[in-house]
């Protein structure tokens, strides 16, 4: 997405000369018919939300009165797509929308797996028997084969601007896709080092980046980001040691949840132990034509479906 083919909206609500609500937008600078209007999220948001103050408004009721107070702005446009929702954002969300002249329909998005980490508990005792014998045997073989370092970068130091490079390096030689936003990477990770955030961590054989991994850390929750690997030391299970060190890293710090963003994965199910579901919003506006295009061929999809369920 370039920032100059969308404009930025945010639309703020207010009790009296209060701030309680900011919900932001984007949409195409150039409309098209159908014109949709997009949650401010992209590629790599694991989440959407509407900020708002817990203290003086719900999430429904923002959401509800940013619909109602904005009718004419959000009447431009025929449908809305927000995502990617957590559970209890959508039904909020959802809620709000029954109020409005939109038609809400939610879709599956996709999957976010975590855990819950006891910290009476040894961090190994969390993992599957699986991942504990590859840990084991991997370890070994690495370390009778080759010399082998694990680093884990926190700061904003001399040492950074090598690890970003390294972590670029491992990214561009792994199965991966080519970053789409590789300055993007870079500066969030200084941003984040410098708000104390980040856990880069890299494994190095022969003194070379074999594996690397960019987790967060606020509180007492990680968030897993970015990971990828060199394919020439598969045979190591770099990825698997370099993930169990991390593990082990940010428990000692009294992490006790463990965030995998979003993403259906395989291997995320090796590590985690709990899944919920990420959806989106689809809404369509009742009050112009493509609109009603929309609600209409919302409606056939959901009868040829039940037709075909028998």
């Known amino acids: 997405m370039s920032k100059d083919n969308y404009k930025f909206v945010a639309i703020a609500l207010y009790n009296g000369d209060r701030l309680v609500a900011l919900a932001p937008f984007k949409h195409e600078a150039v409309k098209v018919k159908p014109t949709t209007l997009y949650s401010l999220s992209n590629y790599y948001s694991p ?5 708002f103050d817990q203290a003086a408004i719900t999430r429904t009721d923002a959401f509800k009165q940013i619909l109602k107070s904005e009718s ?39 999957e976010n797996w975590t855990i819950t980490l006891d910290s009476q508990a040894p961090v190994q005792s969390h993992f599957s028997s699986k991942i504990n014998n590859t ?57 984040a080092a410098g708000e ?42 770099v990825g698997t040691l370099l993930t169990a060190h991390l593990f082990e890293h940010v428990f000692n710090e009294g992490v006790t949840v463990v965030d995998f963003l979003t993403g259906d994965d395989s291997y995320k199910k090796d590590w985690m132990k709990d899944v919920s579901h990420m959806s989106g919003l689809h809404l ?27």
């Not at 989440?47 to 900020?51: C, E, G, N």
């Not at 999809?301 to 028998?310: F, N, T, V």
């Open 47 to 51: 989440i959407y939300d509407i900020l």
């Open 72 to 110: 004419s702005f959000f009447s431009q446009f025929d449908t809305i797509n927000l995502q990617p929702l957590c559970e209890k954002i959508a039904d909020d969300l959802l809620v709000a929308c029954h109020h409005s002249h939109f038609r809400a329909k939610q879709y599956d998005k996709t």
């Open 135 to 191: 840990v084991r045997r991997k370890s070994k073989k690495l370390s009778n084969t080759a010399s082998c370092e694990y680093k884990i970068f926190t700061k904003t130091d001399h040492t950074l601007d090598k690890a970003i490079s390294d972590y670029d390096t491992v990214y561009k030689a792994s199965w991966k896709k080519n970053e789409p936003y590789p300055e993007f990477i870079d500066n969030f990770l200084k941003i």
């Open 196 to 237: 104390g955030w980040l856990r880069m961590g890299i494994l190095y054989v022969n003194g070379l980046p074999a594996a690397a991994q960019v987790w967060f850390v606020e509180g007492n929750e990680a968030y897993i980001f970015k990971l990828a690997y060199d394919p020439k030391y598969k045979t190591f299970s």
């Open 284 to 310: 369509a506006n009742r009050r112009t034509v493509y609109g009603q295009i929309e609600i209409l061929k919302s409606r056939l999809a959901s009868l040829i479906k039940q037709w075909r369920a028998g």
